[in-house]
């Protein structure tokens, strides 16, 4: 975690939970946001938006969609379009998470189209980055890392683009496996010295977060990391008191730091 850059605590519920569970999680990251060093952003289900944009507007909570598509609009049913998730008061998009590229066939080219059409409608997008067990067991992680990297900032139109990357090792996602901070920190120096070949003032400036089986257990070692700016939470994100515990986290006094 670098000083100049305020960490990111995200919180992505998935598929996951009830109208009232989302209000419920909701409530409960705007109460630990209010007093935290951090910034904190919650994921939900696209039905349940409205209901929390409802909630965490005009605090420290921001809004995210899960996913968009690249188009503006069109016959795509069931998809949603970055205007449609700006509307409904979104500040972030993910784009590209492992669990879209794996489960629905989202290439490279593709996430790069969500990533540009978020830019146009005003997101900021997460470009998720990661490898998978088999790519990391055949010395291929930093090859996938930097080519998926390269693809998002292929979108990027200018300096005043907002940008966040989250590393998030497949194998790693889901699994209780953590990648250990010393690996986090490899594989966050690589993307971070992509991105400065391209514009050292915005690598900088760019959060990359971990994600992965993240949990208030192992979150500060991930934060004592320079290049580590925050965290995407899936399953931990679910439990009020666990995310809560990772919003108010700092290297000094997260558990078990």
């Known amino acids: 975690m670098s000083a100049n850059r305020i960490p990111l605590i995200a919180g992505n519920w998935k598929m996951n939970g009830s109208r009232a569970d989302a209000r419920a999680w909701a409530e409960a990251a705007v109460a630990a946001a209010g007093d935290a060093s951090n910034d904190a952003a919650v994921f939900p289900p696209y039905p349940w938006l409205g209901e929390v ?35 409904t008061g979104c500040r972030y998009v993910l784009c590209g998470h492992s669990e879209r590229r794996a489960l629905f066939g989202e290439d490279d080219a593709f996430v790069a ?9 005003g997101l900021e997008p997460v ?49 209780g496996k953590a990648a250990s901070p010393a690996e986090a920190a490899e594989a966050h120096g690589w993307i971070r010295a992509r991105v400065a070949e391209t514009d050292a003032e915005r690598a900088g400036r ?10 208030p257990e192992n979150i500060g070692g ?11 939470i899936g399953g931990a994100a679910l439990d009020p008191a666990k995310f809560s515990a990772m919003i108010r986290a700092t290297p ?6």
């Open 127 to 175: 470009l998720c980055v990661g490898e998978t067990l088999e790519e990391r067991e055949t010395g291929n992680t930093q090859s996938v890392l930097l080519r998926q990297v390269d693809a998002g900032l292929a979108e990027i139109r200018g300096p005043d683009d907002p940008l966040t990357i989250a590393y998030e090792p497949v194998w790693a996602i889901g699994t």
């Open 222 to 232: 991930f934060l004592e990391v320079p290049d580590v700016d925050g965290a995407l």
């Open 113 to 121: 189209g969500t990533l540009g059409a978020a830019l146009r409608a």
């Open 206 to 215: 760019v959060r990359i977060l971990y994600g992965g089986s993240v949990n």
């Open 252 to 257: 000094a006094t997260a558990p078990g730091a």
């Open 53 to 87: 944009a409802g909630v965490v507007g005009g605090s420290r909570v921001a809004l995210g969609g899960q996913a968009c598509h690249g188009e503006v609009s069109g016959a795509y049913t069931a998809a949603v379009s970055a205007g449609m998730l700006m509307e």
